[in-house]
């Protein structure tokens, strides 16, 4: 019982924040109602018992990510204006759009048949006794470090060349 | 005799809750005269000793003054996020408290009373993510505010905090490498010393991990907002930074805020380096839970009572170090900071956790079984590279200045770091 009202408290406050937030014209309002989403959906993971994955979403997301984007925003000292405001027609619009055609692919996942369900099922409880043999840690580490060891790597080097390249696009041609 | 269970854990955490809570606020209320008193005594000055016997009751006359004195609002503030911003200052120090262990189990007539308020079992990475949350107090006080000092405040306060998370949390992978666990109660256990259960190492992480500590502690002390890397606050450019148009109460806990977090970063040092709450060279307070609800060593409430007295004697004695290094350093410049975080302590962790895991790779092919052999090897390439990080980070500085002549005032960012 306790577990439903968690979930469903935690469920509530990732959508209410989550509408609250693409709202906003200030934004400031929005970056702070979305760590509120990462901390519900941190919540929902943590009821799943993927821990380590509700940890590092706090940390990655609601820490730092964020917190570049609030740096980001005061530095160029945005978003005075009234917390209230919501944002005009044109983003309603677009928003509503997204909004309705995610409903539509969710609505599909529950209403339609066995072949629009995900193809990978777990147990319920396998990752609770996983996590309780090899730590919550050790669940996600071995499979990364052992078996998609390569798949691991080359994405690290992607993502390298990714930030090398952000930056010697930002910094523009150097006469 | 068995761990507790259903109601009985319920309610006994519920106490642990109210009492941790309590404790912590008495603890910041004596932090922070006993602030006041040591810097007194640095200053060859006597401190507050006006109010109570030695100035003690000056604290309880600051909280009755800060709860009756006026609430400003600026106009130009954003008022909501004005207000939450103390809030999340104040919060995320407290609960980081839930996971640090801070005396051995106590047995009670229904069952045995593990002494940490939360075991989660993503243990430490629970304390990144909640202090990584700790800059949101910072930023959005600063932002709020409506004024230039506060913004530029908040602006430094979260690049530096962002900054120095990196290093914090990568100081900590050398733990993870030689643990095994993320848990705060089975890192105590691995540090002392057992006949029975899994191989412990039988020494404080100090020795091992001597300059993980270093690393752990200087980005920590950032974290904190403290000198000397207090920029966010700098009362010579910045008034007090992001909080100066913060009054009475929210001023307040603002500043309840940042000595919880002295107190939280000086025990989490305790737990992963000092040994939580573990009484050097006395074996009876070996007594450890394993996960499956089995307890080696033998708990009584005395013990129980004497290991909270040892982790609180080495919590006081960190807060005293930061106390000390706040009247011992002067402030950096920002850019010194910056260079410090980025160029200096990232690097120079990501080579420590080489070596370490290096280390540890050959001292389990030699085949030497986890314990004080295990240690101690660790502890000697450790205080090589303590010597050569102190060397270089001095660089003629103090080790050679006496014979050179003084070096010119505008050093760089890592000759303060030497001490």
Known sequence: ?175 | MNPVAGGAFALATVGKVVLFFTVLMLAVMLATIFERKVCGFMQDRSGPNRVGPWGLLQVIADGIKNLLKEETMPEQAVRPFFLLAPVLAILPATILFAVIPFASPLPTPWGLVEMIVADVPIGFLYVLAIGSIGVYGVAMGGWASGSKYSLLGGLRGSAQMVSYEVALALSLVPLILLTGDVRAPEIVSMQQTFTAGPATYATWFVFPLLVGLFFFFVSGLAETNRLPFDLPEAEAELITGYHTEYSAMKFSMFMIGEFAHVITVAALVTVFFLGGWDIPFWQGDNIRVLSDGTVIGEPTWWKTLLTLGAFGLKTSLLVLVFVWIRWTLPRFRYDQLMDLGWKFMLEAVTVYILVIAFVILGIEAVGIPAGGWYAFVLFLVNLALAGALFFAMDRGTLIRGGAKGARSAGGDAAQGQGG
């Open chain 1, 1 to 175: 019982m306790i577990q439903d009202f968690l979930f469903q408290a935690f469920a509530a406050s990732a959508i209410l924040g989550a509408v609250i937030m693409v709202t906003r014209r200030n934004p400031v309002s929005a970056v702070i109602f979305l760590v509120g989403v990462f901390f519900a959906t941190s919540g929902m993971f943590l009821m799943l018992d993927a821990h380590y994955i509700a940890a590092i979403n706090v940390i990655l997301y609601g820490g730092a990510i964020m917190v570049l984007f609030l740096f980001v925003l005061m530095l160029l000292n945005l978003g005075h204006a009234d917390w209230r405001d919501l944002r005009g027609p044109v983003g309603g619009l677009v928003g509503g759009s997204i909004s309705i055609a995610f409903l539509g692919v969710l609505t599909r996942l529950f209403v339609g048949g066995a072949d629009a369900r995900p193809v990978v099922e777990i147990a319920g409880g396998a990752l609770r006794e996983a996590a309780a043999e090899q730590g919550v840690v050790g669940v996600v580490a071995r499979p990364l470090f052992q078996e998609y060891v390569i798949v691991l790597e080359v994405t690290g080097v992607l993502l390298l060349v990714a930030i090398v390249g952000t930056i010697l696009l930002a910094r523009g041609e150097r006469t």
